[in-house]
């Protein structure tokens, strides 16, 4: 008899193991549906959401224009060999790119004060580039919303660019103010 009650008990031990070993090794995955038609969304909240990734983003769009592009070099009739804008950068390396801490290194441009210093743009024109080209404002010379790309050459400037009509966003006016 007591060989029977400990077959038994042994018997029921491991049905208790498997059984509490089995409910930890399945997962069970619950899926909730909601067949509610009234399902709502904040609208204000999304539109906030946005908002911030669209002013955190560096290539928003702060403004548009349209204006002509040339070409000038360092060394043109009226340029002096440094740029107009504080401080002013030597150029007489034929120096055309900037580094800018956010941009990375993008192209010089002149522009009218319309744009402050340090203003990025990006300027779209096929004789330029296939791509838009990133460009920050450090020398002045231009008027209205015309914009006077920094050349290596007088040939690249002239015959390059030349002179025509173009369309360019503002990305940041002036240094850092997005």
């Known amino acids: 008899m007591k060989r ?15 059984v509490l070993s089995s409910s930890y090794v399945h997962i069970i995955e619950t899926k909730t549906y909601s ?4 399902k709502n969304v904040n609208l ?3 539109a906030l ?12 769009i702060k403004d548009t224009y349209t204006g002509d592009l040339t070409g000038y070099v360092y060394n043109c009739p009226l ?19 900037y580094y800018d801490e956010v941009y990375g290194t993008v192209r010089i441009v002149a522009s ?4 402050p210093c340090g203003s990025i743009v ?3 024109s096929s004789r330029i580039s296939e791509e838009p080209t990133i460009a920050i404002v450090l020398d ?14 007088n040939e690249y400037a002239y015959n390059i660019i030349g002179r025509s009509v173009i369309t360019y966003d503002v990305l940041r006016f002036g240094y850092g103010n997005n």
Do not use: H, Q, W
Request: with cysteine; charged share 25%; hydrophobic share 30%.
């Open 35 to 38: 067949d509610n038609i009234n």
């Open 122 to 124: 990006r300027i779209y």
């Open 112 to 115: 009218s004060s319309n744009l």
């Open 4 to 18: 029977v009650i400990n077959y038994t008990i042994k018997f029921l031990g491991i049905i208790l193991f498997v």
């Open 140 to 153: 002045r010379g231009v008027r209205g919303n015309a914009l006077d790309l920094l050349s290596e050459s």
């Open 79 to 97: 340029c002096g060999g440094t740029l107009g804008c504080k401080p002013s950068y030597d150029i007489s390396d034929y120096k055309t790119t």
């Open 44 to 46: 204000s909240t999304m």
């Open 49 to 60: 959401k946005a908002d911030e990734f669209k002013e955190n983003d560096i290539y928003s």
